[in-house]
């Protein structure tokens, strides 16, 4: 069987994650997403400060009719203090994901450690007396925490990965000519 690269690796990875954390990843994949679009938002607001008229078509008439709908004039002084606060919320929001992935770990290891014991605690007493200390030390003490490892280093590649994704659309919806 050759090697799982690319798409396959990462659904084969989430479906292997999704065992011990249930439906919470979906809540950090579709906070990923949100940031990545509001991330997409503070850059296109950027297009004022280095344009002085409309344009026509993509980016620069998104960004124009987006900040007449909420009654913002297109000029510099205007739309920088807009600017500030969407990458504050976004800093925030960041804060938030990554706090949130602090505690998917937590849980993730603590439900390897529970998973392990209560198979050791099932298992046949001659078997365990019989076998080699060290493997039952080394799977808790250590096989679960790089596992735990894994799934932190999954989750912290796949947010830039969905980031790009979501810029890469916003671009391509606002002018797929680009």
């Known amino acids: 069987m050759p090697p799982l690269t690319g798409p396959l690796l990462v659904t084969r990875y989430f479906r292997q994650f999704w065992r ?40 620069p008439s998104f960004v124009a009719r987006l900040l007449a709908i909420v009654n913002i004039p297109m000029t510099a002084g205007s739309v920088l203090p807009l600017i500030v606060g969407v990458f504050v919320f976004k800093g925030l929001f960041q804060y938030a994901i990554n706090r949130y992935q602090m505690r998917l770990l937590r849980d993730v290891t603590a439900a390897l450690r529970r998973r392990a014991l209560d198979a050791f605690a099932r298992a046949d007493y001659e078997h365990v007396a019989a076998a080699n200390t060290g493997f039952y030390t080394n799977l808790i003490a250590n096989e679960v925490e790089r596992t735990a490892q894994a799934f932190f280093h999954f989750v912290r590649a796949l947010s830039p990965a969905l980031s790009a994704a979501v810029l890469f659309i916003m671009v391509w919806f606002l002018d797929w000519r680009l």
Do not use: C, K, M, N
């Open 20 to 59: 011990y954390t249930d439906a919470r990843i979906l809540v950090l994949v579709v906070a990923t997403i949100v940031i990545g679009y509001i991330e997409g938002l503070g850059i296109g607001l950027f297009y004022p400060l280095f344009h002085t008229s409309p344009g026509q078509g993509g980016a």
